[in-house]
């Protein structure tokens, strides 16, 4: 029986869903999501700059930067969208495998939020950033690379 294999390309703003049915097969494209907050320059978005803060002794005001800017906060919940995302297809059996292709840093953000057996699930990464490449190329550098071969054993440990 040959194991389904799903296949995320994605960035901090944006994502593709591809599934892969069998081995050699094409991609079929099952959904594409977009979290544009996540490419806001990162300051407030109400009045565009960071809070202030008055001086106790004199007029002078600083600015109060936070502990965490908007767009990483924006990425993590991006992060949190997809991996749910990823979640429900596996408890819903949509998937054996799967494929997480993203930029280093926003590979890390979504092993953060990845549960255990869905991790286990994953059995190649790349950490590129593929998102603007069309399915056939898409395909074509997945192959090249020996990314995402549904029939092959799982990484076992």
């Given amino acids: 029986m040959s194991k389904k294999t799903w296949v995320l390309v994605a960035d901090a703003a944006k994502a593709r869903l591809f599934e892969l049915p069998q081995k050699e097969a094409n991609l079929i494209e099952i959904a594409c999501y977009a979290h544009p907050d996540s490419r806001t320059p990162g300051q407030h978005p109400a009045h565009g700059r960071l809070p202030r803060a008055q001086e ?10 936070p502990r965490t800017t908007l767009r990483v906060k924006h990425q993590d919940q ?11 297809g596996r408890l819903e059996r949509r998937y054996d495998q799967l494929v997480l292709i993203a930029p280093p840093r926003f590979l890390g953000v979504l092993h953060k939020h990845l549960d255990e ?14 998102l603007k490449l069309s399915t056939t190329d898409l395909r074509t550098r997945i192959w090249q690379d020996g990314v995402a071969a549904p029939n092959a054993a799982s990484v076992a440990s």
Wanted: proline share 3%.
């Fill in 56 to 65: 106790s002794n004199g007029p002078a005001r600083h600015a109060i930067e």
């Fill in 117 to 130: 057996q869905t991790l286990a699930c994953v059995v190649d990464e790349v950490g590129n950033d593929f």
């Fill in 78 to 88: 991006f992060a949190a969208i997809l991996s749910d995302v990823m979640r429900r």
